[in-house]
Nanobody, 122 residues
């Protein structure tokens, strides 16, 4: 199992910046990708950005050029740097880890953090 703890959310004005952090613990050797998702009130949870073990990244079109995902393998932590924030970025942001449950890397699973609120408002 993999446990995730997020931090760094809060209230920021439009145009401002925030950095989210997500620390992983447990079976971290089996993680092959981590990412951030967000869910606004009344909406589904959507992908924001992901990063794989080899450093490949993927972003939602709505955040390209404004958000940057990065990973510190030594600290087992993934970050989301959010710049030029807009009111429509307001949501609960969830960290996700995809990992293998078995030694032979056949059975996949994923874990979620508890979520951190990001509010962009003047």
């Amino acid at each position: 199992q993999v446990q995730l703890v997020e931090s760094g959310g809060g209230l920021v004005q439009p145009g401002g910046s925030l950095r989210l952090s997500c620390a992983a613990s447990g079976s971290i050797f089996s993680i092959y990708a981590m990412g951030w998702y967000r869910q606004a009130p009344g909406k589904q949870r959507d992908l924001v950005a992901t990063v794989t073990n080899d450093g490949s990244t993927n972003y939602a079109d709505s955040v390209k050029g404004r958000f940057t995902i990065s990973r510190d393998n030594a600290k087992n932590t993934v970050y989301l740097q959010m710049n030029s924030l807009k009111p429509e970025d307001t949501a609960v942001y969830y960290c996700n880890a995809q990992y293998y449950r078995d030694y032979f890397k056949i059975i996949k699973d994923n874990s979620w953090g508890q979520g951190t609120q990001v509010t962009v408002s003047s």
